[in-house]
T-cell receptor
Framework: AQRVTQPEKLLSVFKGAPVELKCNYSYSGSPELFWYVQYSRQRLQLLLRHISRESIKGFTADLNKGETSFHLKKPFAQEEDSAMYYCALIYADGGGSQGNLIFGKGTKLSVKP | GAVVSQHPSRVICKSGTSVKIECRSL??????MFWYRQFPKQSLMLMAT?????????EQGVEKDKFLINHASLTLSTLTVTSAHPEDSSFYIC?????????????FGSGTRLTVV
């Protein structure tokens, strides 16, 4: 069955330090992966998607099919990066739909001054 | 850990009928719940935010008379799509946040695939 795993519930780093938020997935098909961010008391926002291979707010994520991973990285963390980060996967449910979205449980990133 | 149960996972209904989707927090009390809609191959779109015991806050462009949200208890929120039309066919996801400590994140339901024929 398809699954998204974020092994770290909480990640705490100092400002300026590199950060890597881990995400592993389980899916037999061709995955389409996303990272979402939710700042305190705000709505969920799309951060980036692997298809576009873009860098948003200094964050990047590379899909590694061999390791079934899609880790989110930033070389120098900023205090304003403190938020909840969710990894998500689109999968086809076999019912003719164009894909459902499932989320990992999220990782809370805390960047200390 | 926190679990959100969303039901049904899939529903097919006829045009003009109404469909109710339930979102339950199983092991925590959810003071705030969010309802999202996902269009095919696209990101989530927030439809509304509901707080227990008060009226939901709808996002711009979302018809509150069409998408009725009820959050009558701390463990249950419902989304009713009234007079459904084929263009309402979509994937709907709820998420819930427990009250209290700021360390609580949001937990997502597994989603509901609505098909209106």
């Amino acid at each position: 069955a398809q699954r998204v795993t974020q092994p770290e519930k909480l990640l705490s780093v100092f400002k300026g330090a590199p950060v890597e938020l881990k995400c592993n997935y389980s899916y037999s098909g061709s995955p389409e992966l996303f990272w979402y961010v939710q700042y305190s008391r705000q709505r969920l926002q799309l951060l980036l998607r692997h298809i576009s291979r873009e860098s948003i707010k200094g964050f990047t994520a590379d899909l590694n099919k061999g390791e079934t991973s899609f880790h989110l990285k930033k070389p120098f963390a900023q205090e304003e990066d403190s938020a909840m980060y969710y990894c998500a996967l689109i999968y086809a449910d076999g019912g003719g739909s164009q894909g459902n979205l499932i989320f990992g449980k999220g990782t809370k990133l805390s960047v200390k001054p | 850990g926190a679990v959100v149960s969303q039901h049904p996972s899939r529903v097919i209904c006829k045009s003009g009928t109404s469909v109710k989707i339930e979102c339950r927090s199983l092991d925590f009390q959810a003071t705030t719940m969010f309802w999202y809609r996902q269009f095919p191959k696209q990101s989530l779109m927030l439809m509304a935010t509901s707080n227990e015991g008060s009226k939901a806050t709808y996002e711009q462009g979302v018809e509150k008379d069409k998408f009725l949200i009820n959050h009558a208890s701390l463990t249950l929120s419902t989304l009713t799509v009234t007079s459904a039309h084929p263009e309402d066919s979509s994937f709907y996801i709820c998420s819930a946040r427990a009250g209290g400590a700021a360390n609580y994140g949001y937990t997502f339901g597994s989603g509901t695939r609505l098909t209106v024929v």
